[in-house]
């Protein structure tokens, strides 16, 4: 049995540790266009903000291919599928053949569309690389501007705000994070970012850079210059789709993938970043491009590729962010755009420093906010996730001394 | 293999373990000791109040598979292979709390922790006491625990004895032995029928 994977994350790697767990002698290779050895991925905003040094990215040993024998094959890009003839095509033309296919490639930065692209101190946020070469940046900068107000944008601006420059934080949607939270949570991320000397402007585009060789302006599509030296771009991400074969693989925004990680083409599964899978919140497929996510699914991917059928019941959205003295915790589908049949409870505020709010629908969690106090998350993902009707009232849960002992 | 079973039927809310736990965890390995120390040694089994505010003492399961391990962003969890218990690497840690929202018992806590990195808060949770063990000692928590809701032993063992008492206690003929003793079954009783007058 030859197992192929594409893409070197914690998907794949995740899916490599599992097919070695079932089955020691099978033949896997692994196709990766970046070269560094397994690493935290989200770890890469530690590194920009000073907390952690690059050095403690990886999160495998050195050894990690060789030690389960997997046949790395890094440094360059798979550029097709060839469905029909059960083989890979890389960038230097030569071709890498399957039994099984995992395509485990992640996303890429959703790029934006503006002039100037080429000057320097202008990043995306992704990549070891990347973050390697913003640190390289910030000796004499002073002033950054960070484009997107979701997870990305906000954990750059964060960094930057850690490493003492003055942050401009522009967004075209009417508050940040407004994918994760709701308009109560959003306020109170934004001040307290203020606080700490964040600028945020919301509604507003950037249509060009300029400078001499390196940034010195942004231009916003309201006419206006902003001058920086630094800029990171953090707009969300993409799924790496464009070497999978439309015709003949279900590609939506991310590629389709059935309970069993498997795509609608025999003998391809997908996960992580890249998959579409049903979010258990929502009721319907979603992209949720979280790493435990992508560390789950690959690991169920890995079991089904050696021949254990395990089911994944769906993903779900989850995440913690720590913003200065605010710990902000968003789980499923915490804001719904119309409420109605739903209910919503919430406790706290701005006022308190404490806040919860939780969806619920037919008498079942779908969604949570939480900021501080968050140490009880994981019992309210558990409920979102195993979809069972409460017993408990919702006027209860969001009390300070919920715990797991009152739900049995 | 034996590991800490917990009973919760049993527990009164005494919180004794919690105690325990914090100066097994602490610097000077003594109750005097650890009140004085900075940052003061906190305990990793959790008594919260139940719905009839009853004791739960809650502690992590080292499940397998381990939520928290698949969730963690910093490669800071792992399972260590002859005890089963999952650790996690204070020096790696990154105070993420991605391993909150994955754990469905809420035990993991967020604070700086003696044995940990100076200044710095990281993830800490139940380690079964392992630097206890291997010098032949059991649980801090086991050993303090006075109405059996924390056992050291095989969990057939706990099966075996808990099938057991629940059969005396259902059989008809004889004396029987209730499963929980009477003082605990009475505390509770009371407990929950206070809560009760109390919300009519
Ligand atoms: C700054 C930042 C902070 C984050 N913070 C969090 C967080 O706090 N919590 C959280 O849950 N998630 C977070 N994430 C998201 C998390 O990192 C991702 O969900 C996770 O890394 C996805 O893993 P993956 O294996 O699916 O994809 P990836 O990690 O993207 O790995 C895919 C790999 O495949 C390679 N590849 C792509 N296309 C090809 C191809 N055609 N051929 C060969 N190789 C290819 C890519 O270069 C990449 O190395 C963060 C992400 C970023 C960037």
Redesign the interface.
Known sequence: MKHVIIGNGIAGVSAAEAIRELDAKAAITMIGDETFPPYSRPMISSVLEGSQPHSKLPIRPKGFYNDLSIEPCLGQRATAIDILGHRVVLADGSTVGYDRLLIAAGADPRPVNATGLELQNIFYMRTEAHSAAQVAALPGATKAVVLGGGLVGFKAAYGLLRRGLQVTMLITSGYPLSMQVDPVAGQMIMDEMSRYGLTVEVGVSVTGFTGSGKVAAVETDDGRSLPCDLVIIGKGVLPCRDFIPRGQIAVDLGVVVNEFMQTSAANIYAAGDVAELIDLARGRRWVNALWPEAASQGRVAGYNMAGRQVAYPGSLSRNVMRVFELDVLTLGDANPGDTSGYEIVQSGGPTSNIYRRLVIKENRLIGAVFINEIEQGGILRALIENQVPLRLPATKMVRRGFNFGQLV | MNQVVVH?ERCVGCMQCMLACATAHSQSGTLFGATLEQPLPKSRI?V????FN?G?P?RCRHCD?A?CQ??C???AINRVANTGTVMINPD?C?????????????????HEDPLGPPNRQIAVKCDNCSSRVVRGLIPACVEVCKTGTLTWETVDDAMRRKNREVSRAMSSGGPGQPAVPDGVALLKTIKQAELEIGER
């Open positions: 919760p959790h919260g109040a139940g719905r009853e739960f809650n598979p939520p698949a969730a962003l910093a490669g790696r990154i105070n993420c709390a991605s391993c909150a929202m994955a754990c469905p018992y809420g035990v993991i806590r967020f």
